[in-house]
């Protein structure tokens, strides 16, 4: 009689039952279940071997021992090759191993090499957690918005995040230079009503100048910043971009929730959208990790923690030097702003604020202030009340008295230019003193008295000569040789010792008190020999 079993579960159990428990034979069982009596067999003996020999549950069932492979023989060579060469691609280990007397196909070989030749595992990334006013973290952002009044603009979202609370400040700028940034922190401080101990950056260049021996090289300039808000910069390896996990994530909540789904006119609008989205979504929002809202934990720990900022905030204006062209303007970042013209020719201090344009003369007086212009949009500042109702001439006399202040040879070489040119002497002497934008007063008045002897009225003339015997300078290094010379006249002036007071040094066995009134005496000496040889205005008196 033949009966039927559910499944091969069932069918085992009964099985194994009849057998131990009832003396059932191998042939009455084959004949009861209607199997095999060698399936009864492996049955029993596989029952027998799981009592005696231990049971695994993750072993499968049935499971054989795997078939040899025809790359075994070959195992060793494909061991060395890839001990040598450990990113051979598979069909150049194929060459390899047919030279050696393989003959099987490339899909064993693939499967053998993606099981020898495994990538290795990254490194898990460690949440780590800081306590209150410690840390903060700073990034860019790149997004492309198409604007209503613009049109389709690429914006650079500045974001910066409180560690501890996860509070975020959020700014839209149209670039990502030295100046935006140290303004965005600025902004960043004082909205979170002081600042960190600490903040981790990217190895930007705004941020590090360059590596040496492994190290980051921090920008003076940001380095200045960061000191006068007592903040510490710490920079995160290259490459490393989980280090700051804190703010790489807030960036998806940016985009989902600030960005999609709305519309802006124009920048100004999307940076007061973003202000409102920080305070009524973001500080508000509950945050995944903390479990609260980041405005919450702020105010109850953090802010008391925070360094308090300090009276005054950084000076975040851009300095430059320009020279005043003939028209009397300055240009700056594709806008002209005018400057009164008894300035022409001048070389003059700009200074640049998100919103003003200050203008200095040489000695850093105050000369005019214009609201600044938006960038790119080359306009030429209304100057009728600056420069009165005076005609602008293009000759000589607007700006001959500039021209006699390059030096002794200047009054000679008018002259001639005068009779030479009687016509446009104008044109050549505004195209010499533009050329104080790339030489020294200096250099040109020694290239206008070369001209002279050699009667070369001319300003082409003049420039192969500031070429051929000048060095070209910038105007940044002007203002840097400026500030080395009042650096090195507020310095104290060191004045060498007598080598005779290191003399007791060298002879240990004399008594210091000894050493020490030789050298008063032999200081003295010398002293005195200096006052004979020199007069008291420090010309000789020989």
Not at 221 to 241: D, W
């Amino acid at each position: 009689m033949t009966v039927f079993i559910r499944g091969r579960a069932e069918l085992e159990q009964e099985l194994v039952i009849l057998n131990t428990q009832k003396g059932w034979s191998i042939r009455a069982l084959a004949r009861h279940f209607g199997i095999s009596r060698n399936m009864v067999r492996r049955i029993l003996r596989r029952h027998e071997c799981l009592r005696d020999e231990g049971h695994d549950i993750l072993k499968r069932s049935g499971e054989q021992s795997p078939r040899p492979s025809k790359l075994d023989p070959f195992d060793k060579t494909l061991a060395r090759l890839l001990e040598k060469f450990p990113r051979i691609t598979g069909v150049r280990l194929l060459e390899e191993l047919r030279d050696a007397g393989y003959g099987g196909g490339i899909s064993i070989l693939r499967d053998r090499l993606r099981k020898r030749r495994t990538l290795p595992k990254e490194e898990p990334v460690i949440r780590f957690e800081t306590d209150p006013g410690v840390q903060g973290q700073m990034d860019w952002s790149p997004y492309t918005i198409n604007f209503l009044k613009t049109g389709k603009q690429q914006v650079q979202c500045f974001s910066y995040i409180l560690g501890f609370s996860r509070r975020q400040f959020i700014d839209f700028t149209p670039r990502r230079d030295f100046f935006t940034l140290i303004r965005r922190h600025r902004d960043a401080f004082s909205h979170f009503q002081g600042t960190p101990a600490q903040c981790l950056y990217d190895s930007e260049k705004t941020v590090v100048l360059r590596w040496e021996a492994g190290r980051p090289l921090i920008h003076p300039a940001f380095s200045a910043f960061v000191t006068h808000y007592r903040n510490r910069p710490i920079i995160c390896q290259r490459g490393r971009a989980q280090t700051k996990g804190k703010i790489e994530r807030p960036f998806q909540y940016v985009e989902g929730n600030l960005l999609c789904g709305r519309e802006f006119q124009d920048l100004e609008d999307l940076r007061s959208c973003a202000r409102w989205w920080l305070a009524e979504k973001s500080d508000l929002h509950l945050h995944e990790t903390t479990r609260r809202p980041p405005l919450e934990l702020f105010l109850e720990q953090e802010l008391a923690a925070l360094t308090p900022l300090p009276l005054h905030p950084y000076d975040c204006a851009e300095v430059a030097l320009r020279v005043c062209d003939m028209e009397g303007y300055l240009d700056f970042e594709t806008n002209r702003y005018p400057v009164p013209y008894e300035h022409v020719a001048d070389i003059l201090t700009m200074k640049v604020t998100e919103n003003e344009v200050l203008i200095y003369s040489p000695e850093l007086a105050l000369i005019v202030r214009h609201e600044r212009a938006p960038d790119g949009s080359r306009l030429t500042l209304d100057g009728s009340a600056i420069h009165g109702v005076k005609t602008l001439r293009y000759g000589l006399e607007p700006m001959r008295e500039q021209f006699l202040q390059l030096g002794d040879h200047a009054e000679e070489f008018l002259r001639g230019l005068t009779l030479k040119n009687p016509k446009n002497p104008g044109f050549h002497a505004r195209y010499i003193l533009h050329l104080k934008q790339r030489y020294t007063c200096d250099d040109i008045n020694l290239a206008l008295g070369h001209a002279c002897r050699y009667h070369a009225y001319d300003c082409k003339a003049v420039e192969r000569i500031l070429a051929t015997k000048a060095t070209p300078r910038t105007l940044e290094s002007v203002r840097n040789e400026k500030a080395a010379k009042q650096l090195r006249a507020a310095l104290p002036k060191i004045k060498q010792r007598p080598l005779n007071d290191y003399a007791g040094l060298l002879t240990p066995s004399t008594p210091y008190k000894a050493n020490h009134e030789e050298n008063r005496q032999c200081a003295k000496n010398q002293e005195l020999s200096e006052n004979t040889e020199t007069g008291p205005d420090g010309d000789s008196s020989r």
